[in-house]
């Protein structure tokens, strides 16, 4: 995983819209009429709001659309403040502080794909249905959502060309039927998938059988992790200084209060943007965001959740 480079931008709201039951969608463009930045299938941002939360959400308009952004928003039951801002006081007109855009979630190239998505979860990869219709590269969608009237982007999903969209309410038909579809695993094929984590965690299950790397989530909440919670020293590679993490403290808030700036938002291992270069020791990876690649080369951590197996680390800081 390369560190990406982000922008921080003022975006004005210039449409918004109801898309499904508790969901909606705001369009974003530029106040100074700029371009934005280019972005890949996949793609999320941080959205900054005036009440103090950073919340993330993906991008699911067209990519090949430089001038507006598109973002969907679920208004969560338990909202911290975050999404019900959104949909109770965010309208057109409103500028909005935007950083990004970050994938952590990019479309890899296959033969033929299977989406698995859930609730909310429709939202990054909506995109990549659209890259892979337009490239005519066979697709499967399995879609579930609470019900019919609470899954969005129905209309668009249905007229998009090459694959299958196989919708699923859970008050019609159940749980989505993952086995079916997932054993035995399809050669060639590449699963994409996200949505609320106990679907992420049978989806998992499932694909265990699956060849390394054909299975690709990305979650809204962080996974339950077994962390170790020995203390450990962190050495700094521009100064030489060195810095004790004590035990139950995240390696990110004592660097914090040691002085060093490192930019970050979720601080729960979902979003990638605390990533640090690793010069020296094993880390403990505790993140949701890291391939398997990048957790073997032992080259880079996320301090927010990340600890270490080695007495020392050195990070490139």
Request: hydrophobic share 35%; with cysteine; aromatic share 6%.
């Amino acid at each position: 995983m390369v560190q990406q480079q982000e922008q921080t931008l003022q975006l004005e709201v210039v449409g918004k819209r109801l898309e499904a039951e508790g969901v909606v969608s705001l369009s974003l463009r530029s106040v100074d009429g700029d371009p934005l930045p280019p972005w890949t299938p996949g793609a999320h941002v941080d959205v900054v709001l005036d009440c103090g939360s950073i919340r993330q959400y993906s991008l699911c308009g067209s990519v090949d659309d430089p001038e507006r952004w598109r973002l969907g928003v679920l208004r969560e039951p338990n909202s911290r403040g975050g999404s019900r801002k959104i949909h109770e006081d965010v309208e057109p007109g409103t500028v909005l502080t935007v950083c990004g855009p970050r994938n952590n979630f990019a479309l890899q190239p296959a033969k033929q794909y299977l989406f698995v998505a859930g609730g909310i979860g429709i939202t990054p990869i909506l995109p990549m249905l659209r890259h892979v219709a337009e490239q005519g590269i066979p697709w499967k969608l399995l879609y579930g959502g609470r019900s019919r009237s609470s899954m969005a982007f129905v209309e668009e999903i249905l007229a998009l060309e090459n694959g299958e969209a196989i919708l699923r309410p859970q008050d019609e038909y159940g749980l989505l039927d993952l086995k079916r579809y997932l054993d035995p695993p399809v050669p060639g094929t590449k699963v994409y998938s996200c949505g609320p984590t106990p679907l992420l965690e049978a989806v998992t299950e499932e694909c265990k059988s699956w060849p390394t790397g054909s299975l690709h989530i990305e979650r809204f909440v962080a996974s339950t992790r077994n962390s170790s919670e020995d203390p450990f020293e962190v050495e700094l590679a521009r100064s030489g200084r060195r810095i004790t993490i004590p035990k139950y403290e995240s390696m990110l808030d004592v660097l914090e209060q040691e002085g060093l700036e490192i930019t970050n938002s979720c601080r729960a291992g979902i979003c990638g943007t605390c990533l640090t270069g690793v010069l020296g020791g094993i880390p403990e990876h505790n993140d949701d965001v890291l391939s398997d690649e990048d957790r073997a080369s032992n080259k880079v951590i996320l301090p927010c959740v990340s600890r270490s197996k080695t007495d020392r680390l050195i990070i490139d800081l």
